[in-house]
């Protein structure tokens, strides 16, 4: 099967072949999950000749967030983090949708399982990608028997490697109940998030979600959205989600920067808005994609563009 990966990484302050950029079977990030990443997203733009990188500046702020979480002090801030990201998506000038992975990671071949006295180390490196999860008609959802970590265990805020090991436990769970994603509790029975993604309802007009001290990721598409909502005088309410509010909702969709915006169908075997795509859904979905594919100026702002070369672009 042929790699997904583009071309080339950015490896421990240098830019590399993908397949360089390799580390050894000690490193404490490999042991004890001591990494944390971001996931961002490029869209190719409607002219077919830029790449637009949706809210790169929040991306490396919320990255320098997580590394200080970790402990993890790094030779970069939120501009030459992004400036690099920039660096690589012009080296690799993909033709297509992207997805870039950063990776901040204790580097140090170690045995105790601490944050301090640790090397840090960053790398990125970038594939193509089109949707994660069906954007269009609706995915299934199961609440998972596995509770969202706790930010008194480790701190959903921070984007960090071991506890994904709580999204796998509940994606797997989900899929094997032939779900498509997870919406994790919290430890007070309250509704989280997904598995990778931010959840949202919609009861009696009005957008509802879990505030951010509620164990979840600080969501950059869950911020995009509550702005678009707003702009378009839809209510937004950021508080606490009781499980059964989940089985009467009139419409709910999942969103994040893998997920996008991923109208939900079904949640435990309820229908959400009969099965289809509710008015509230659509009308954020739409503000969304025309919005990272450069067709919405009242969001540009939000897009850092780069030219890729036509050639580039061709294949
Ligand atoms: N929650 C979790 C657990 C995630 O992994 C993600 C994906 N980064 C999100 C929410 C959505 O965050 P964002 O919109 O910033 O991608």
Redesign the pocket.
């Known amino acids: 099967m042929k790699s997904p990966m583009l071309e080339y990484a950015f490896f421990e302050g240098e830019f590399v072949p993908f397949t360089e950029a390799k580390v050894s079977v000690g490193t404490h990030a490999l042991q004890y999950g001591t990494g944390a990443f971001?996931?961002i997203r490029g869209y190719l733009d409607a002219d077919g000749e830029t790449i637009n990188i949706f809210?790169l500046p929040?991306?490396s702020a919320?990255l320098l967030n997580s590394a200080k979480l970790l402990r993890a002090p790094l030779p970069f801030n939120r501009e030459s983090l992004a400036d690099t990201i920039v660096k690589l998506v012009e080296k690799n000038a993909p033709g297509k949708d992207v997805y870039i992975r950063p990776f901040v990671y204790k580097s140090s071949v170690q045995l105790t399982p601490r944050l301090m006295g640790l090397d840090s180390e960053l790398a990125i490196y970038m594939l193509e990608l089109g949707d994660y999860l069906d954007t269009s008609s609706g995915v299934k959802a199961a609440v998972s028997s596995w509770q969202r970590v706790s930010d008194n265990s480790i701190p959903?805020r921070g984007?960090l490697s071991g506890?994904?090991i709580n999204?796998a436990l509940a994606k797997d769970e989900a899929e094997e109940k032939g779900a498509d994603e997870a919406i994790l509790l919290d430890a007070h029975g309250h509704v989280a998030?997904?598995?990778?993604?931010?959840l949202f309802l919609v009861r009696d007009g009005a957008l509802i979600t879990a505030p951010v001290t509620g164990d979840?990721?600080?969501?950059?598409?869950?911020?995009?959205i509550i702005l678009f909502a707003r702009d378009l005088g839809i209510p937004v309410e950021e508080r606490v989600i009781d499980r059964s509010e989940l089985y009467i909702a009139d419409e709910a969709f999942f969103?994040?920067?893998?997920?996008q915006i991923a109208p939900i169908a079904s949640i435990d075997g309820r229908l959400v808005h009969e099965g289809n795509v509710g008015p509230i859904t659509s009308q954020v979905r739409e503000i969304f994609f025309d919005t990272v594919r450069g067709k919405n100026p009242k969001y540009a702002h939000f897009l850092t563009k780069i030219r890729i070369p036509v050639a580039a672009g061709a294949n």
């Not at 998030?193 to 931010?198: F, P, Y």
């Not at 979840?216 to 995009?224: F, K, N, P, Q």
Request: proline share 0%; glycine share 22%.
């Open positions: 971001a996931g809210r929040d991306h919320r959903g984007k506890s994904y999204s998030e997904g598995s990778g993604c931010n979840i990721l600080e969501g950059i598409t869950r911020r995009s969103c994040g920067t893998g997920m």
